[in-house]
T-cell receptor, first 113, second 115 residues
């Protein structure tokens, strides 16, 4: 099973600032996914990140707001830009490297004040 | 379109009893995978069990079993001998080929285990 380290685990940020969340995997994986979970809601996919290409964003999410980097097969970052209180959520990364399970990082609990 | 439906926002169960969490799904794919995850208050997503669409046997993992009824497109999670630590949010999820192997999630069911 893949081990995913995600950090920070939580943060409180001022509106208008940006936060970069890191996701490190202990093995090489093809696809990495970033999800958002708003309070009391289910998980919503933000984007799929493949190494060497631009991330593919889901409807309702744009690169200017959620830029993603995928510099190699074990690492990715998600930036939440120009934050507002509506961005307060749990952000999770997951990987699927040919295994049947989707493994998740521990999540980043973001509060924007 | 692919969809996961969990119709139970909240469920209560007495400690040591069994509980069934409902999940129905919709997909036109023949090959797909169904998952259940547990999310405690800490926010992490814990993988519980997996069922492949071609698996003839219902999946089991310890106290967790998946009641897979393909014709009805249902994949209910059964937790036997509930424990207080089972109190959490539970999500049913699906991954299918036409979805680009993205995992989509149901709305979730919050389980409360009573002592």
């Amino acid at each position: 099973s893949a081990v995913i380290s995600q950090k920070p685990s939580r943060d409180i940020c001022q509106r208008g600032t940006s936060l970069t969340i890191q996701c490190q995997v202990d093995s090489q994986v093809t696809m990495m996914f970033w999800y958002r979970q708003q309070p009391g809601q289910s998980l919503t996919l933000i984007a799929t990140a493949n190494q060497g290409s631009e991330a593919t964003y889901e409807s309702g999410f744009v690169i200017d707001k959620f830029p993603i980097s995928r510099p190699n097969l074990t690492f990715s970052t998600l930036t939440v830009s120009n934050m507002s209180p509506e961005d307060s959520s749990i952000y999770l990364c997951s990987v699927e490297g040919g295994r049947i399970e989707a493994f998740f990082g521990q999540g980043t609990r973001l509060t924007v004040v | 379109a692919q969809k996961i439906t969990q119709t139970q926002p909240g469920m209560f169960v007495q400690e040591k009893e069994a509980v069934t969490l409902d999940c129905t799904y919709d997909t036109s794919d023949q090959s797909y995978g169904l998952f259940w995850y547990k999310q405690p208050s800490s926010g992490e997503m814990i993988f519980l069990i997996y069922q492949g669409s071609y698996d003839e046997q219902n999946a089991t993992e310890g106290r967790y079993s998946l009641n897979f009824q393909k014709a009805r497109k249902s994949a209910n999670l059964v937790i036997s001998a509930s424990q207080l630590g089972d109190s959490a949010m539970y999500f049913c999820a699906m991954r299918a080929g036409t979805g680009g192997f993205k995992t989509i999630f149901g709305a979730g069911t919050r389980l409360f285990v009573k002592a």
